[in-house]
């Protein structure tokens, strides 16, 4: 597995643990569209491929309606039935069988209160837990697996829900406002006595110095490195630099006039020799 696609991965693990409560070990809902190609394209044992996709120990489920749906479709698709029984049962309330992808709708239901990740391979499907809060989506694609990045409705919903959190609800107000002495609270309606008990509280936290908000210290722009900064250039109005400068570049002149000089003698001389 790459780095970049394992990170990309880990990433929306850590959202839906953070947002919607999933915990290790990780429950794996399996239909059998998804069981036929684990095993068609060699990703067993089943455990090990999804633990390495997620990132830690995982416990693989179905239902019986899959597993009887499985065995319905015949011999071609035996070894699929044998795999499928050796998962773990979820439970389900259906009396008479009911199509395996209904199965998996009605285990999840509103709002997947069991934290269930959902493997299958059918993009209806796939496109159905789209629209529901905190149900995220694990496919294969020849012999790799992917975990579905989270809808856009999934993240409204976290955000929305991280909001709720943050603010007081009414029954937080009243129990506060029964709390407070009727020295800071004046007589008056109950809008105006809830909005008296939201000042009160934002101003003990101001006393006790808690913020609403986090503030984060802005990385300051640093001064320029010494070392690749040019030398200062002296100032028009100082003659004895000026001249000093004049004096160090006729020297250099000189030298390479002599060198010159000398190397050309040596090769005008003619030879001596015998």
Known sequence: MRVKKQKRHRKVVRFYSACFGFREPYKVLL???????LLSHGLSPADDA????????????????????IRSLGPSHTETWEAA???????????????GTNCILSVIGENNSEHFFVGTQD???????????????????KNSLFLEQPSF???????????????????????????????????????????????????KKHSLGVKDKPQFKRNRAKGPNPLSCKKKKPKAGNPDVQNQDKEETMAKRKRIRKHK??????????????
């Open 85 to 99: 029984k050796q998962l773990m049962v979820a439970r389900c309330d259906h009396e008479k069988r009911v199509s």
């Open 31 to 37: 239909d059998g569209t998804l069981v036929h190609h």
């Open 153 to 203: 409705n999934q993240r409204e919903f976290a955000k929305l829900a991280e909001e709720k959190r943050l603010h007081m609800t009414e029954s937080e107000v009243q129990s506060f406002f029964k709390s407070t002495s009727k020295e800071n609270l004046s007589d008056g309606d109950d809008e105006n006595q809830e909005e008296q008990a939201r000042n009160v509280l934002h101003s």
């Open 261 to 274: 000089k000398s190397g050309g003698n040596a090769k005008n001389k003619p030879d001596t020799g015998s």
């Open 123 to 141: 993009p209806d499907l796939r496109k159905k837990f789209r629209e529901v809060p905190g149900v995220p989506v694990i496919y294969g694609l």
């Open 50 to 69: 999804l633990s390495r996709l997620l990132g830690a120990r995982c416990l693989l489920f179905t239902t019986k309606c899959n597993v009887a749906e």
